[in-house]
């Protein structure tokens, strides 16, 4: 059982809320792992008969009346989507009418009561009324019966539609995102709030829904209650059984059981180290990433130890956050509000005892009032139950779809220039300038510069080498030219314009650029190529090309499923449950060969290629867009191109480069000194962020600085 650590601290300051300011929240700590932290606008009440105080209540109600312009959003987003009207208008008709179902079985049940009143009475029953009455009871249940089944029918493709709208917008929103804003930690967690993963409904249609209950409980609460007043009115003792049966369910409300636990800020974080290295571990183990590595170095039987020491150490308390979360929830002790709810639930019945003993003439009436009556009031309370319920949860999904609708509408950190690019795309031909002055950058989150007053002009047309050690940020200006991030002082010219005022997609169109860190997409080898230039896609004669000239042709051909192999396929093939060579209990030895002849399926999932393979497969795809004879491509940008390459291949690339880049700006950065560097216009010496050294080859050897110094390092080598 884990032990609940409770350390309430809190405080009126205002201000933002900070997880560390210890005078404003109230910390929990849940289990050995996990610690809660709580914002509290106001001082909590020390002891506050309701867990919420009045103005936290009206926190959240007011939060509701915030969210309202992302609801209205929402409703005429839905609106949109035609295929949804119907199934909508069926719904809505279906949960008005089951919201009058429960007056509708009440009242008949009161008149049946009535019935049964005269018949004690008189000793007489109408039995054609009786006949009428219980008819109309059983078919009123069964037509409830019928809208609900009804209703799950409705749901299920109301729901898909539109989750599948909000799909396509979730991919946009994830697709368009640029660097510096995607690698927020703050905007992924957003992210994951906003779009759940694997989650079955939508939190939108949630919140139809919820809004649909909302109206439909209040319509079911007012139509109980007429039908009830009638009823109660008439009954001896009726107002006080009544009062008794609700007194439970108000308690519930008024002690916030509706509400969730949360304030509307918190944050929930774990110091454990034994849990950290848990899940570092079972990450290490999932990942493929770390295969070679476990398996070379022989390190499984440590991970597995490790694995269990730290399971011993934590023991249940090795959960994930909502799991400890949950148990929190619904395994606090019960308190006192609790146990006086529990208690008021027996009141009606013991409050019938009594005034039996009072007076034990009326006890045969009284016993169908009191059955009468309390079903009544439980059917009625459980509605406004569950009309308390879903205002608080309203609050929630209300939120929910605001924050969806934030991340939708989330501006890239990258602003867009408004100039389009260039005013003549002949001129590309002749390569793009480009000049930076005084640029200095740091990366987001990081205290060091990567770039400081860097300046220096590359003319059009010519090549040029931007050399230097690990880390002294070579990539990086390559990143700032391309627009990734934007430098915190200086500026870029791109042909003499600020690079702040062009079009962003212009100026993307205007350059390849290949990174060293280049990706492969879980795409075949052929899409993975055909993205280099999302426009021609389709035109395979000119992926075929652009793979000959990323020398990538020849291993694609030999591939079984050629240009449309997929490197790692994202859809993995399901197998019933017995492993292939076992034998089942008649000695049958399980094998999918043919099954999996039948459906065309492949034992190995996954192909494998070489670190120099993959690489020519990125430069192919570079290729696609930059080297066509009409491309629209004036500037080239490769991130150590050949890093992977053996040296005729790279030899051969730097050739195909050289004839077929025209006039056409190339940069590259690099570490190697060699046939590139003689050959550029330009080399730009880069160390420790600053530019030390700039010329030609012949230059830099004749000032006889650290280049010089280097190149003639490497060329003792070849003595
Ligand atoms: N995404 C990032 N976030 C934070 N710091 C970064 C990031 N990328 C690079 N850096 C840092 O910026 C500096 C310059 O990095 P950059 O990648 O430009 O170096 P480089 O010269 O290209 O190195 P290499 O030759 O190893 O590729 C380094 O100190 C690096 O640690």
Same mark, same amino acid.
């Given at each position: ?13 205002? &201000? ?5 300011? @210890? ?7 849940? +289990? ?113 019966? !019928? ?60 919140? !139809? ?7 439909? +409980? #209040? ?18 003792? &009726? ?25 509307? !800020? ?62 929190? /929830? ?20 013991? #409050? ?46 209300? *939120? ?126 052929? @899409? ?59 000695? /049958? ?91 550029? *216009? ?9 530019? !030390?050294?700039? &010329? ?24």
């Amino acid at each position: 059982m884990p032990r609940f650590y409770h350390r309430g601290q809190v405080s009126n300051r205002k &201000g933002k809320f900070d997880p560390n300011d @210890e005078e404003r929240v109230k910390h929990t700590k849940i +289990s050995k792992v996990w610690e809660l932290y709580e914002d509290y606008e106001v001082k909590k009440p020390r002891l506050s008969f309701f867990s919420f105080s009045p103005r936290q209540r009206l926190e959240r109600y007011l939060g509701l009346y915030e969210n309202l312009p992302f609801v209205w959003r929402m409703l005429k987003d839905i609106g949109r989507i035609r295929a949804c009207w119907f199934y909508l208008g069926v719904y809505l008709i279906i949960q008005l009418a089951l919201s009058l179902a429960p007056a509708i079985q009440l009242w008949y049940s009161g008149q049946l009561l009535k019935i049964v009143e005269t018949a004690v009475e008189k000793r007489t029953v109408d039995k054609q009324l009786l006949f009428r009455i219980a008819s109309g009871r059983i078919a009123s249940s069964l037509a409830e019966l !019928v809208l609900n089944h009804v209703t799950t029918i409705v749901v299920r493709p109301l729901n898909s539609q539109i989750k599948q709208y909000y799909t396509v917008h979730m991919f946009g929103v994830l697709a368009r995102m640029d660097v510096p804003t995607y690698d927020d930690p703050l905007i992924q967690r957003q992210l994951e709030q906003a779009f759940p993963s694997g989650s079955r409904n939508s939190i939108v249609w949630r919140t !139809v829904a919820t809004c649909i209950h909302v109206v439909t +409980s #209040a319509i079911r609460l007012l139509s109980q209650l007429s039908v009830l007043y009638s009823v109660l009115n008439k009954q001896k003792d &009726g107002l006080l059984f009544a009062f008794l049966s609700f007194s439970q369910p108000l308690l519930a409300w008024g002690s916030g059981y509706n509400a969730g636990i949360f304030t509307r !800020v918190w944050a929930a974080t774990t110091r454990n180290v034994d849990y950290i290295e848990l899940s570092g571990l079972r990450k290490s183990v999932g990942d493929s990433a770390h295969r070679k590595e476990i398996v070379a170095g022989n390190m499984w039987e440590y991970m597995q130890a490790e694995y269990k020491r730290c399971i011993d150490v934590l023991g249940e308390d090795a959960v994930e956050f909502w799991d400890a979360f949950r148990y929190l /929830r619904f395994h606090r002790f019960p308190t006192f509000l609790t146990i006086l709810r529990q208690s008021m639930k027996e009141m009606p019945q013991i #409050a019938f005892t009594l005034r039996a003993v009072q007076y034990p003439a009326s006890i045969p009436v009284s016993l169908t009032s009191l059955t009468l009556i309390t079903t009544t009031v439980s059917s009625f309370s459980n509605t406004l139950f569950s009309f308390f319920n879903e205002t608080g949860f309203i609050t929630e999904t209300f *939120d929910a779809i605001r924050k969806m609708y934030e991340m939708i509408d989330l501006p890239n950190r990258i602003p867009d220039g408004i100039i389009p690019y260039p005013e003549n795309q002949q001129a590309l031909q002749m390569g793009i300038s480009i000049e930076f002055r005084n640029v200095s950058f740091k990366y987001p989150e990081s205290k060091s510069y990567a770039l400081k007053s860097v300046s220096f002009k590359i003319v059009k047309g010519q090549l040029c080498v931007i050399l230097g050690e690990n880390g002294s940020g070579k990539s990086t200006i390559l990143k700032l030219i391309g627009r990734l991030y934007d430098p915190e002082e200086g500026q870029i010219f791109v042909d003499d314009q600020d690079i702040k005022t062009l079009k962003l997609a212009d100026l993307r169109r205007a350059m390849a650029i290949l990174f060293q860190d280049y990706t492969h997409f879980p795409l075949s080898i052929k @899409e993975n190529i055909a993205l280099g230039d999302p426009g021609h896609s389709g035109d395979m004669e000119r992926v075929t090309q652009a793979a000959t000239l990323g020398g990538a042709s020849k291993f694609i051909e030999r591939l079984d499923d050629g240009y449309d192999t997929y490197l790692d396929r994202p859809v993995r093939d399901y197998y019933s449950g017995l492993p292939e060579g076992t034998t089942n209990i008649f000695g /049958r030895a399980v094998d999918f060969g043919r099954v999996r002849g039948a459906g065309g399926m492949k034992t190995n999932e996954a192909t494998s290629l070489s670190g120099g393979q993959m690489q020519r497969i990125a430069l192919s795809r570079t290729f696609m867009r930059s080297l066509m004879s009409e491309s629209n491509v004036g500037l080239l940008l490769f991130d150590e191109p050949s890093a992977s390459l053996d040296p005729t291949a790279e030899h051969d690339l730097f050739e195909r480069l050289r004839l077929l880049r025209g006039q056409k700006t190339m940069i590259f950065s690099s570490h190697r000194f060699g046939n590139l560097t003689r050959n550029a *216009d330009m080399i730009l010496y880069i160390h420790d962020s600053v530019i !030390v050294e700039e &010329g030609s080859h012949n230059q830099l050897i004749k000032a006889g600085g650290e280049y010089a110094r280097i190149w003639n390092l490497q060329a003792q080598a070849f003595l």
